[in-house]
Nanobody
Framework: VQIVESGGGLVQPGGSLRLSCNVS??????????MAWYRQAPGKQRELIAS???????DYTESMGGRATISRDNAKNTVYLQLKALKPEDTGVYSC????????WGRGTQVTVSS
């Protein structure tokens, strides 16, 4: 199993990014997973941002204050995270995994919010 995240980068405050996460498992396995996005800010523990069921029902924590939208494409084994109105405190490494976590972590994708 391999998780590959992408889409991060340097963005100015107020900007947006769309992150992607591809999971290399069979499609029949992927649809059984509750997928989630996590964030690890510098010097802090990894925290849950959002999770999504196979059918698209999503759940969010307060960590992004309504500025993140999670979605998934089961045909592509891919989960997305749309980020908007980004703030410097959103800087960190964004990773995806199941909820609860059960797969080997990928490298994540770095998001840096700075002017």
């Amino acid at each position: 199993v391999q998780i590959v995240e992408s889409g991060g980068g340097l963005v100015q405050p107020g900007g947006s990014l769309r992150l992607s996460c591809n999971v290399s498992v069979s499609g029949s396995d992927f649809i059984t997973y509750i997928m989630a996005w996590y964030r690890q800010a510098p010097g802090k523990q990894r925290e849950l941002i959002a999770s999504i069921l196979r059918g698209g029902s999503a759940d969010y924590t307060e960590s992004m204050g309504g500025r993140a939208t999670i979605s998934r494409d089961n045909a592509k084994n891919t989960v997305y995270l749309q980020l908007k109105a980004l703030k410097p405190e959103d800087t960190g490494v964004y990773s995806c995994n199941t909820r609860p976590t059960s797969l080997p972590w990928g490298r994540g994708t770095q998001v840096t919010v700075s002017s």
